[in-house]
């Protein structure tokens, strides 16, 4: 069975036998048939390794056709290099198919919480363990784990083979949120005979984006539970479209073209349904509780948002650029999510977080300008018996990676880049640099990257900030002044970032994936 998606050209193979024909050459013997089983691949140079014969074949790049029991076949389309051809394989046991993760998360991630539920459904199929941050922590060497503490955060990590009491950690972090509207706690409201519901803006977003776009509705509930101090959490998405925020007519705001100062309070006011007697006081609330089938009495609270349900979708003559929402920051946590399961070190711990609260300041119990990752790397090592000055001694001697979107610069507006160390889409990942430590890249840690990128030919690119723009914060100094390493920001170029939809390139994607599973490998 062959599952193909289309949006990242990749290919997933249930591990059954099946004959693989090709109008070129697939092997270096010269072979344009083969029967193939048990698929594998290595994700840093991307060469699919397949058994065939009893004896182990390097596929080619080439125009492919797949032959099925029916004898139907399914074409490939042909490219330059295997970098789309094959981007990743199954590699698993039994029935069941690796997710295509960067379409899957941007469409699943519709809340912080849905974010690191997708995670961990996602790193239990890789056969990553959960470990639980209310017990002991005690890894074993040669192991893969996740912990949740919150259920917006979460850390995966893995270790080698060695038992030694230093631990270097090789480590990368990305963030789950991203602007939205937040529904308040009492939003019935009606207006000119519409159902309305007050929300919050949360995040820095591009306000005249959500204009006219189909929203639904994700995020957690809390249900009466036995326990008062344990109340039932559940995890809600409407996956439908249930509300939108209807626009004003040029007719109505003859000015609008001109720029107008959009009134959050007034105008960003999502319209649920027509009111006409249909809609009462509570209506909200009575909605959730159809939803998910139980009394109104019974939902106590809730953290819910507005989520622009529009699908990701590749754009131009050669489908390259993806357009979607929340492509800042989910492309990184799916591009961590990647890498820790491909990248590997006989020696030493790689480990991933992912941290909610980047967009509005880091400063909670779920976000990285916190104790937590302190607290966990410290419980990780000393569950593997390392003593306090082995842990510092441990940290001391590693790297971490701060993964979050970057500004590309602009064809329509090229005056709002650097005049000349900027990023362009299509050409790689990109290191942020700031002179003024805005960011956590120091030239010694460009220099290891570089090297990575060199040695696997990987495109890689650098940008700095305009002087007169400042750009958006990461979480890379938040985490090294917390816990003083070798750091680095890094991300993919991408236009309108905090838009409801924005857009990168696919190649950088690809690019980025490579670069941290180097840095998870080497």
């Not at 970057?406 to 299509?426: E, M, S, V």
């Amino acid at each position: 069975q062959l599952i193909v998606n289309p949006l990242l050209k990749q290919v997933n193979i249930v591990p059954f036998n099946f004959r693989l024909t090709s109008k070129f050459e697939l092997t270096e013997d010269g072979e344009n048939e083969l029967f193939l089983q048990k698929p594998s691949y290595d994700h840093i140079n991307h060469v699919a390794t397949w058994v065939s014969s009893g004896e182990l074949e390097v596929i080619l790049p080439a125009e492919f056709s797949f032959n099925y029991t029916d004898n139907t076949s399914f074409d490939v389309k042909e490219t330059d290099t295997e970098k789309y051809t094959f981007s990743s394989m199954y590699t698993g046991t039994g029935g069941s198919i690796k997710m295509n993760v960067l379409t899957e998360c941007l469409s699943q991630g519709t809340s912080p919480a849905s974010v690191i539920s997708f995670a961990k459904e996602y790193l239990k199929q890789e056969g990553f363990e959960e470990l639980y941050y209310d017990k002991m922590l005690s890894p074993k060497e040669n192991g893969k784990f996740f912990i949740t503490p919150f259920p917006d955060v979460l850390f995966a990590f893995t270790t080698g083979n060695a038992k030694a009491k230093i631990q270097s950690l090789r480590m990368a972090f990305a963030h789950v949120d991203q602007p939205c509207f937040k529904v308040k706690g009492k939003p019935d409201f009606k207006s000119m005979g519409c159902a309305m519901l007050n929300v919050e803006v949360y995040g820095g977003m591009m306000d005249h984006t959500w204009f006219d776009r189909p929203l639904g509705i994700a995020g957690t509930i809390m249900l009466r539970g036995e326990d008062v101090f344990k109340p039932e959490e559940v995890l809600y998405d409407s996956k439908r479209p249930i509300a939108v925020i209807p626009g004003l007519a040029i007719h109505m705001q003859r000015e609008a073209n001109n720029g107008w100062k959009i009134d959050r309070q007034k105008e960003l006011m999502p319209l649920m349904g027509i009111a006409n007697g249909r809609w009462t006081e509570g209506a909200f609330l009575h909605f959730l509780s159809e939803e998910l089938s139980v009394d109104e009495s019974e939902i106590l609270s809730y953290d819910l948002n507005l989520y622009n349900y529009d699908q990701p979708q590749l754009c131009g003559v050669k489908e390259e650029i993806l357009c979607s929402p929340r492509i800042d920051n989910l492309a990184s946590v799916s591009a961590l999510l990647e890498s820790i399961t491909d990248g590997e070190r006989e020696s030493g711990i790689n480990l991933i977080g992912l941290f909610n609260h980047e967009e509005v300041g880091s400063f909670t119990k779920s976000g990285a300008d916190s104790t937590l990752l302190g607290s966990i790397l410290n419980r990780i090592l000393s569950g593997m018996g390392c003593s306090k000055e082995q842990i510092e001694i441990s940290l001391a001697q590693s790297y971490y990676l701060s993964v979050d979107g970057a500004h590309a610069a602009h064809p329509n507006y090229t005056d709002r880049c650097d005049t000349t160390t900027r990023a362009y889409i299509g050409q790689g990942a990109t290191i942020k640099v700031s002179g003024t430590q805005k960011y956590a890249s120091d030239c010694r840690m460009y220099a290891i990257l570089l090297g990575l990128a060199e040695k696997y030919d990987i495109l890689l690119q650098e940008i700095n900030d305009r002087n007169t723009i400042r750009g958006g914060t990461t979480l890379g100094p938040m985490i090294g002044s917390h816990l003083p390493m070798m750091g680095c920001d890094l991300g993919i170029p991408m236009f309108a970032m905090h838009s409801a939809r924005e857009t990168m390139a696919m190649e950088d994607y690809i690019s980025l994936c490579r670069l941290v599973t180097a840095f998870f490998t080497e």
